[in-house]
């Protein structure tokens, strides 16, 4: 007996869909699925152990044995001056790197981009890309070498000109140029490579007809480069924006000493000295979220103000 | 005299040259089409017009003055690109400015010139869109409005439709007349089409491996190629081409292939070709068919018939190598029926020698 050709058959489920295609598409599912085991064992399940934040947290009672406190760590948190004091700290590093090293990346990727000598341009990119795979320890060897005031290059050369030896790693005002300018010579030279990636995908036809038009390189850079990666510059801006709170933590541990902390002590360093050395897991894990929860708002604004204002947007 | 002249000239990138010294005038005014294979160096020598690839030798003159080493944007030249070439990041009315802008025109200057081209081109009501949110079409037009904003002294056109598709090329193929028209902007058009090139120019230039093959009127190179390649590249469907022995017949000079014979046209240089090879050059268009009981038609095993409506193409071999008739039908497919071979007239048959491909001299085909 045939079928009715008017009877529809009925449209599969979502869930059905899902499936049927999770068959079809298996070997990309299987591509996946490190990915997603690495996320649920290093992200989502220590998500569990983030209750502590809000319990009288004890290792012999593990974390479901422990008792509920409710937000009393936040209390203590926000009553606490090293953490308050850890946490502007971390803001102002944070813009300071936002607004000096955020830029650094994208005018070095223009500048490559300006260069017609090809081996000069490898050799300069080698040579800028180079710090970012240098250890943090070795990094931190080299700060502190420089700044050395025995036999430092920096005091060396400020003897030079008379100028008296200076202990640059042991003064608070010290400490955040020299962080910031630390970050921007490792990083800015790796960074970079996201934009001249930008900017190698825009089609030269664009230059052809503005040196046609009578642009100059100049006005070449900031009417079509510039606008051309701009999608790339603000989702590499949001990415930043949610990562303010996440400063560096192994260059300050390297680099501060407690005469430093009243500038160089960030939330990070704090939760370790308060989680690991100091051995309250419940305080630092309220520390920790509180950074998490700081750092989730700025990304969805960041994005919202993005998506509103200029149709780019991470999601 | 806003004329472009080339003069030898010469690109080479190290020791590969791909234009070997290339002589062209183009005059005031004129549309030239510049047409040819991949690879022929006709988009290399609008670049050199351009400005865009250094010339490595030869002279370019454009309106009067030689321009091999002036920039670019000081040559007074347009360019339309393939891919159109529009900032994406910018609305239609700043990708129009966008020259005018550069060269610090007043706004009122570019807000009135901006309105103008729009009007001209049919943009005004797009002016505010981005590329992205219009057609092919409306892309390219943008491409046009860009280029005629500045009122140059040469447009050149790099492939400018071939990223449409066919029924928009049609169109906007007459969009490109009309504006050549009411502009009477010299213009060098760079196209593999050979149906743009046909339909669009005032002088048609072949180009083949660097060089030029052949440079006329359309109708000049479509009736009297000089040799297989340009009748081979122009036309559509292309000539036929028949291997062929010339021999003396009763009334002047025969082309025998296989158990056929074709009166050729009684001047000297066939008359003259006699004992040798040729290449016989017979344009789809130009012959009549006929059917079996025929005298003196020569056949054709039709394996095919492809109708077009008002006309059909007639596929088949001859002399085991693929023959092409085109025919009209004006709707009546009965027409159709029995064909089996055609006649042509003898000074309607192009004859090339089989060893250079250069046609004879003196054969001249009229409209």
Redesign the interface.
């Known amino acids: 007996m045939s079928a009715d050709p008017n009877t529809r058959r009925p449209k599969p489920s979502r869930m059905v869909r899902i499936a049927d295609h999770m068959k079809r598409e298996w070997q990309l599912y299987a591509m996946l699925l490190p990915t997603i085991i690495w996320l649920l064992v290093f992200l989502y399940k220590p998500m569990y152990g983030l209750q502590i934040a809000f319990k009288d947290y004890s290792v012999f009672r593990g974390v479901a044995g422990s008792p509920w406190v409710g937000f009393e760590h936040f209390d203590t948190l926000f009553n606490n001056d090293q953490f308050l004091r850890a946490l502007k700290n971390t803001i102002i590093m944070s813009l300071y790197g936002l607004l000096f090293g955020f830029p650094v990346p994208i005018f070095l990727a223009l500048m490559f981009n300006e260069v017609l000598n090809q081996t000069f341009k490898k050799s300069a990119q080698t040579i800028v890309y180079l710090p970012h795979f240098i250890s943090s320890v070795i990094i931190a060897g080299i700060v502190i070498t420089s700044f050395s005031p025995s036999a430092g290059i920096v005091n060396t050369i400020l003897g030079w000109f008379g100028v008296d030896s200076i202990y640059f790693l042991t003064k608070p005002e010290w400490f955040r140029p020299i962080f910031i300018g630390t970050g921007i010579w490792q990083e800015a030279g790796f960074q970079s490579i996201v934009y001249l990636a930008a900017i190698a995908g825009v089609?030269p036809?664009?230059y052809?007809?503005?040196?046609?038009?009578?642009?100059s390189r100049w006005?070449m850079m900031w009417?079509?480069t510039i606008?051309?990666i701009?999608a790339t510059i603000i989702i590499m801006l949001i990415i930043r924006i949610g990562n303010i709170l996440e400063i560096s933590f192994e260059m300050i541990i390297l680099l501060y000493q407690p005469a430093t902390y009243e500038t160089a002590d960030v939330v990070n360093t704090f939760i370790y000295r308060q989680g690991l050395q100091g051995g309250q897991y419940d305080f630092a894990a309220a520390a920790g979220l509180f950074n998490a929860i700081v750092a989730f708002v700025l990304v969805m604004t960041a994005n919202t103000i993005s998506k509103r204002y200029s149709r780019t947007s991470l999601w | 005299m806003s004329g472009v002249n080339l003069q030898s000239l010469v690109k080479a990138y190290g020791p590969l040259q791909v234009v070997h010294g290339i002589d062209l005038d183009v005059q005031e005014k004129e549309f030239v089409v510049l047409v040819g294979p991949s690879g022929c160096g006709k988009s290399t020598t609008l670049r050199m017009i351009?400005?865009?690839e250094e010339i490595t030798d030869g002279e370019l003159t454009i309106d009067g003055r030689i321009v091999n080493r002036v920039a670019?944007?000081?040559r007074d030249?347009?360019?339309v690109?393939?891919?159109y070439?529009l900032?994406?990041?910018?609305n239609v009315a700043d990708n129009i400015a966008?020259?005018l802008k550069?060269?610090k025109e007043s706004k009122e200057v570019i807000a009135s010139s901006v309105q103008e081209v729009g009007e001209i081109l049919g943009l005004t009501p797009y002016l505010e869109r981005r590329p992205a949110d219009l057609s092919g079409g409306q892309r390219q037009r943008v491409a046009m409005g860009?280029a005629i904003v500045?009122r140059p002294k040469v447009f050149l056109f790099d492939e400018p439709l071939s990223n449409l598709d066919a029924k928009l090329r049609t169109q906007m193929r007459a969009e490109i007349k009309r504006l050549h028209k009411r502009l009477g902007v010299t213009s060098i058009y760079v196209t593999h089409d050979q149906v743009e090139a046909m339909t669009l120019a005032d002088r048609i230039v072949v180009m083949n491996d660097g060089r030029i093959e052949q440079m006329g009127t359309p109708m000049e190179l479509f009736l009297n190629p000089v040799n297989t390649f340009v009748a081979g590249f122009l036309g559509s469907p292309p000539m036929n081409m028949v291997s062929a022995h010339v021999e003396t017949g009763a009334n002047g000079p025969i082309a025998k292939f296989g158990e056929n014979q074709l009166q050729l046209a009684q001047i000297p240089s066939l008359q003259s070709a006699v004992g040798t090879e040729v290449t016989l050059g017979i344009r789809p268009e130009f012959v009549t068919v006929s059917r079996a009981a025929d005298e003196g038609a020569i056949p054709v095993d039709v394996d095919l018939i492809e109708t077009l409506g008002s006309e059909a193409l007639i596929h088949g071999h001859l002399q085991a190598e693929p023959f092409v008739i085109r025919t009209e039908t004006l709707g009546q497919m009965d027409i159709l029926d029995g064909i089996s071979g055609f006649k042509i007239a003898p000074d309607l048959i192009r004859v090339f020698d089989a060893k250079t491909g250069l046609a004879l001299p003196g054969q001249v085909t009229k409209q």
């Open positions: 089609s036809t664009l052809e007809s503005a040196v046609v038009d009578g642009a006005q009417k079509i606008p051309s701009m | 351009a400005g865009l670019p944007k000081d030249v347009a360019m690109f393939q891919n070439a900032y994406p990041h910018l966008f020259g550069i060269r860009r500045r």
